[in-house]
């Protein structure tokens, strides 16, 4: 209960609260276009806080995550095309080609650093892109509509607004929880170390390279599961689900947010995309606003918005 | 002839037109204190590097404990016992005291691919790591982020990982570089100590110091060793002197 009466308890327990009760206002006030955002929202929190994983704690900036999206998506969508709906084909599956992707390209990219790491990842991610615009059974540049979600075998109907949008949060509170499980383990702890110091890790003994790709992987299957439930969502998936500006965005999330916090991701995808939804309601330029704020976060909050509620402990 | 746990024989390092390591040979035997001395530039460091394996040697061959280690990466050398402390104080700044010395610990606990249990919380990770921050008088300090511990607190705090690793051997690196004398004395008096259970290989400019503790003491200038033996012995070889020696008057009354 102590951490509850921090202001950073409070605000991350008051947007849970609204999370968990967001349907039944969206149904009560007849707004239906609130759910559809939130659902997004919730499914590119998971994206981010994937993302958080390598970036926040293992130090490693990777410009082509929005890549796991479109390959968890496209799963879904091709399998979805050749008439395969079953969800307990089509998930596993994605989690597993987003895994095996990110296996290669960190095998590649984490023999580099800085700005290399950033390059490879990226090129990787472009290479995924054009991948799919040359799709052309798959809808190509188009993108590929979907014509029926992932069945669950009567047990989930994904149809259902409702339905879909708690098997997102559900999903979502799942991966912080496993993440920060992670980064507190051995595991997470060498991951973290790596962060600060490569070097004398390497000096105190341990194959730092190793984990480092494991870490990336596992970031790798839960975008990929961001990806799955992003298709479902959107009931289409396209190249764009892994342009570069996307994977630009689930940066903005974490930074704002804050790195390296489990609430922190959720945190700025909230911030991010309602940012987004108010403001290009006021002016079509709303990025004109965004972008000296975004400055604002980086100058003086060096730990994101849940560095700011936690008392600057990271300033 | 003593036992050797660490046989460098003819190790030739070069970069560009320099040779910063020229066919070094030396053995430092089991159970001694050994010191390397030398003018800035006489390639004490680029020894070091190749000892621990970030550094690969143009020609020679390392052995420890009777194994090759000249081709072994980094981790393996240190999974084998053979731990450094460096010369420029390399800690993890986000972490406590004892995080960075249980770290150390499960480097050499198993594997570290655990992914649940909360490490912070793990008797047997924690527990050595405090014994050894006691072993450097940093118990009271074992909470603080190491970004707000002293220079001395730190030097003391790489001595306390590198034991954590439970070492055969410690390479130190120039281990009381910045230190006041009353901090000096307190490292000297500890590496007095650790010298009854370990072979260390001790890097130094504190002749004082050097002087106090070695066993036997190797003269590095320009990549060659020009001398070793005993202190008495270094103190008493003219060579030394003029290459190094004549302008540290202390050692001579020291």
């Not at chain 2, 980094?74 to 402390?85: H, K, P």
């Amino acid at each position: 209960m102590k951490a509850l009466a921090t202001p950073r308890g409070m605000v991350v327990a008051v947007l849970l609260i609204f999370l968990a009760l967001l349907p039944v206002y969206a149904a009560a006030s007849g707004n239906a276009f609130l759910l559809t955002l939130f659902t997004r929202i919730v499914i590119l929190a998971i994206a981010a806080t994937s993302l958080n994983l390598i970036m926040g704690y293992g130090g490693l900036v990777s410009f082509g995550h929005a890549a796991y999206l479109g390959v968890g998506g496209y799963v879904i969508g091709i399998l979805a095309k050749e008439g395969i709906t079953s969800g307990f084909v089509q998930w596993p599956l994605a989690l597993v080609v987003s895994g095996l992707f990110a296996l290669v390209v960190g095998a590649l990219s984490l023999r580099t650093r800085g700005v290399y790491f950033i390059m490879i990842t990226l090129a990787f991610a472009q290479m995924i892109y054009y991948v799919a615009v040359g799709l052309d059974r798959y809808g190509g540049d188009d993108g590929l509509t979907i014509y029926r979600r992932s069945q669950f075998a009567g047990l989930l109907n994904l149809s259902n607004k409702t339905v879909f949008y708690y098997v997102c949060l559900i999903l979502l509170m799942a991966v912080i929880y496993v993440c920060w499980r992670l980064v507190n383990s051995r595991f997470g702890l060498v991951v973290q170390g790596a962060r600060s110091n490569d070097r004398r890790m390497r000096s105190l003994g341990f194959p730092t390279f190793r984990y480092r790709l494991t870490c990336f992987v596992i970031a790798g299957v839960l975008c990929g599961l961001a990806g799955a439930l992003l298709a479902n969502h959107t009931d289409f998936v396209s190249p764009a689900m892994m342009h570069w500006t996307r994977s630009g965005d689930l940066i903005v999330m974490v930074v704002l947010g804050g790195m390296a916090s489990s609430f922190g991701p959720l945190i700025g995808a909230v911030a991010l995309l309602v940012l987004e939804e108010t403001l290009s309601g006021v002016t079509e330029y709303w990025q004109i606003i965004l972008g000296p704020l975004l400055l604002l976060v980086v100058l003086f909050a060096r730990g994101g918005i849940d560095g700011l509620l936690a008392g600057g402990r990271r300033a | 002839m003593p036992d050797a746990l660490l046989q460098i024989a003819d190790l030739t390092k070069r970069f560009g037109g320099v040779t910063a390591s020229d066919h070094i040979t030396l053995d430092i035997w089991r159970g001694e204190l050994h010191a390397i001395i030398g003018p800035n530039g006489a390639g004490k460091t680029t020894l070091i590097g190749q000892l621990t394996g970030e550094l690969a040697p143009n020609s020679g061959h390392i052995r420890f404990d009777g194994q090759d280690i000249t081709a072994l990466p980094v981790y393996r050398r240190s999974q084998l016992g053979l731990a450094r402390s460096f010369q420029i104080t390399s800690l993890f700044l986000d972490f406590t005291a004892l995080d960075n010395v249980a770290l150390a610990v499960q480097a050499h606990a198993g594997h570290s691919f655990r992914f649940w249990h909360d490490a912070r919380r793990e008797p047997e990770l924690r527990e050595p790591a405090r014994a050894a921050l006691d072993r450097v008088g940093l118990t009271r300090r074992a909470d603080v982020r190491v970004a707000n511990l002293s220079h001395g607190e730190h030097r003391q705090l790489e001595i306390a990982m590198a034991l954590a690793t439970r070492p055969r051997m410690l390479l130190l690196d120039e281990p009381m570089a910045g230190m006041g004398p009353e901090e000096s004395a307190r490292m000297v008096a500890m590496l007095r100590e650790l010298k009854q259970e370990l072979t260390i290989l001790l890097i130094e400019h504190d002749m004082e110091a050097v002087f106090a503790l070695a066993d036997r003491i190797t003269v590095l200038v320009y990549g060659r060793v020009i001398a070793s033996g005993t202190p008495d012995a270094i103190r008493a070889n003219a060579e030394v002197r003029e290459a190094y020696l004549g302008e540290q008057q202390v050692v001579a009354h020291g």
